[in-house]
């Protein structure tokens, strides 16, 4: 029976760069892998981005009402472009091509998932036999949980903690979402990094001084 695996952390502990290694892995091999994430995450809008300025095109984007395991199953299927086909004879000895079964479906910025997607997520892995690799981050800028992330705790068989640091150099655990130089508190608990907002990384304790003792 494959697992799923939550891999998470917070912004800029290399969640993205991880998920691109681990395709990277599976491909050195010769095996085929999917990779996705919620079609929410507007950053390199069809790309997978990662920090150190690495980015891959995903096989496809997830809508955020759409049945997971049901569009993994249509592109597990399909004869899309970079589709890795295995050569195999039948009984008179002529050649088949045939499409190669997953290895491994690997999803980016899983936070932005339904918990009903999460719940497809481990469908994939024991009915369907994928391996799933997500990762995300657990909580949003007021330090609540994503409802993907608190699923995701619920249900994956394993949680890895992918670690950095904040700017006093204690682990950084929570992220604070910010307008230029300003620190931000209110809002909707999605908004996607860019020119006008950008994520710092901190430890406990610098956020509570930063939040004035904010929680929530």
């Avoid at 007021?142 to 993907?148: D, N, S």
């Amino acid at each position: 029976m494959a697992k799923l695996y939550f891999r998470y952390g917070a912004m800029n502990s290399g969640k993205s760069t991880g998920l691109l290694q681990a395709a990277f892995n599976y491909e050195e091999r010769g095996q085929r892998v999917l990779l996705t994430k919620p079609q929410v995450d507007t950053k390199g809008e069809d790309e997978i981005v990662s920090r150190l300025g690495v980015t891959r095109n995903v096989d496809f984007l997830i809508p955020p009402q759409a049945a997971l395991r049901e569009l993994v199953a249509q592109h597990a299927a399909g004869t899309t472009p970079g589709t890795l086909l295995d050569d195999m004879e039948d009984e008179s000895g002529a050649l088949n091509r045939q499409i190669k079964p997953v290895a491994c479906l690997l999803v980016d910025e899983a936070q932005f998932l339904t918990p009903a997607q999460v719940e497809d997520l481990l469908r994939i892995a024991v009915l369907d036999d994928v391996p799933v690799l997500a990762y995300g981050i657990r909580t949003d800028f007021r330090t609540v949980a994503f409802p993907g992330s608190a699923r995701l705790m619920d249900l994956a068989h394993a949680l890895e903690e992918l670690k950095t640091i904040c700017r006093c150099g204690r682990k950084a655990v929570f992220n604070t979402r910010r307008a230029g130089e300003a620190i931000i508190f209110d809002g909707d608990q999605v908004a996607i990094d860019g020119t006008d907002i950008w994520y710092e990384s901190l430890c406990a304790a610098c956020y509570l001084q930063a939040s004035g003792g904010r929680l929530g």
